[in-house]
């Protein structure tokens, strides 16, 4: 066990070292402030570019970790992993969680492996997305209400942990969103 807490600390330690992963071009970014329900698209020097209200989160409202299954949206810092279309969300702009910090978090709680948690921060190291079969669970990203009830959206928080936005909010977000883009979600 402490063999494996070494190696967790150090795959921590070299992974702090080297920084977040840099991501060429990507000034933009996104904050998510689940307090207000907004999504805001920043300028590197964070000036607003777009403001999106009424967003939707998980139906267990946010937390700093997300287990699979808890319909919780993660707290955290994270990148725009992939953009794909999706038969039921129209768009779906999947984030690299789980993130290291997640992992150890989850480590320390005697919740995830040491394999899983190597797994995970190798994935982060090579700008690719951690294993989503984990106890954390995966699939978290940005989404429209696609063929579902708007009016669902605008009452509730409906999500199984992802943001949500309108159809018309999602093809606007479209047009700043790209891979390697910056998403905190506070």
């Known amino acids: 066990m ?28 996104v904050l998510v402030d689940t307090e207000t329900r907004t999504l ?5 020097t964070d000036q607003t570019l777009d403001r999106f209200n009424n967003i939707s989160v998980g139906r267990g409202g946010v937390a700093p970790l997300h287990y699979h299954g808890e319909e919780t949206t993660p707290l955290g810092d994270y990148r725009i992993i ?26 320390e709680g005697g919740q995830l492996d040491a394999d899983s948690y190597d797994a995970i921060v190798a994935a982060r190291l090579a700008h690719h997305l951690p294993p989503q079969d984990t106890v ?35 093809r606007r977000f479209a047009h700043w969103a790209k891979v390697g883009m910056r998403v905190v979600i506070r």
């Not at 992939?82 to 480590?107: G, K, Q, W």
């Not at 989404?143 to 999500?159: A, I, M, Q």
């Open 82 to 107: 992939r953009i794909r279309p999706s038969d039921r969300f129209n768009t779906f702009f999947e984030l690299d969680y789980p993130t290291p910090e997640h992992a150890e978090m989850a480590v």
């Open 40 to 44: 805001t698209v920043l300028s590197e």
């Open 2 to 29: 402490l063999m494996h807490k070494n190696i967790r600390l150090a795959a921590l330690l070299l992974w702090l070292a080297l920084g977040a992963p840099t991501w060429a071009g990507q000034a933009r970014w």
């Open 136 to 170: 954390l669970g995966g699939r978290i990203g940005i989404h429209g209400v696609g063929r579902g009830d708007g009016e669902v959206h605008s009452e509730y928080d409906w999500t199984e942990g992802c943001i949500a936005l309108t159809n018309s909010q999602l």
